[in-house]
């Protein structure tokens, strides 16, 4: 078996559909692409393809990851014009690269991801002001949500642990706030746990909902232009 390593964007009306659509769609994208997909054993066999970190729908993503594996040594090239050629609206295909199919599953090597949250506030502080809320944030022992149990139960979960780093800075009534988060198998935060905790915390609020968008997923002590390669 040979197995490829796609980057790629969700973008426009791709950011809306789930996570399960989105693998459809990639099934979908290498059969019309007339690439030979290696398929697991058993009664219900199926694509072998799997991808880094799921994004919440409606969150786009610049950077993702996903794997397939082909029964036949195709060059990495091809693989990526016969699918770029034939992906849905939305979905783009930036690169693709073989790897060792001994190498470990992206899911179990995302350690971290960075984020972009932009909305419209109703009422905007000075920048100084601003810093001062972020620091303050930055500054609280722990950052306490609301979680819902596998049993249903409502919980509070401590996320500071999970925030990386965070910054945010402002534009006439445009905020902007980055944020790198841990996400994966070992723990997951999501961006909008963040930007609904330092908007109650910090006492603003936005004219509709915050446009998300993650930037990039890592692996631990990968740098920024390695990513999951």
């Known amino acids: 078996m040979y197995r490829y390593r796609m980057m790629y964007a969700k973008e426009g009306p791709a950011k809306y559909i789930s996570h399960l659509d989105l693998i459809r769609a990639f099934e979908r994208a290498a059969r019309r692409a007339g690439l030979p997909v290696a398929f697991t054993q058993g009664f219900n066999p199926h694509p072998k393809l799997s991808f880094a970190a799921p994004l919440a729908v409606g969150t786009s993503g610049e950077a993702e990851f996903a794997d397939i594996e082909l029964t036949e040594n195709i060059p990495a090239g091809v693989v990526a014009k016969s699918l770029s050629e034939v992906m849905p609206e939305g979905l783009r295909l930036i690169e693709v690269r ?49 979680r819902r149990s596998k049993t249903g139960d409502k919980r509070k979960y401590d996320i500071k642990p999970g925030i990386l780093a965070m910054s945010a800075r402002i534009n006439n009534d445009i905020i902007e706030i980055e944020a790198e988060l841990k996400t994966g198998s070992n723990g997951n935060i999501r961006c909008e746990e963040l930007i609904a905790a330092f908007m109650a915390e910090s006492g603003l609020k936005a004219r509709g909902n915050f446009v998300l968008r993650r930037r990039a997923l890592y692996a631990a002590g990968q740098s920024e232009r390695e990513m999951l390669w």
Not at 116 to 142: H, N, S
């Open 98 to 146: 073989m790897v060792a199919e001994s190498a470990p599953a992206l899911m179990a090597i995302v350690d971290r991801a960075a984020y972009t949250a932009r909305a419209v506030l109703e009422t905007y502080p000075e920048k100084e002001a601003l810093a001062g809320a972020v620091a303050d944030f930055w500054a609280k022992p722990e950052v306490l949500v609301e």
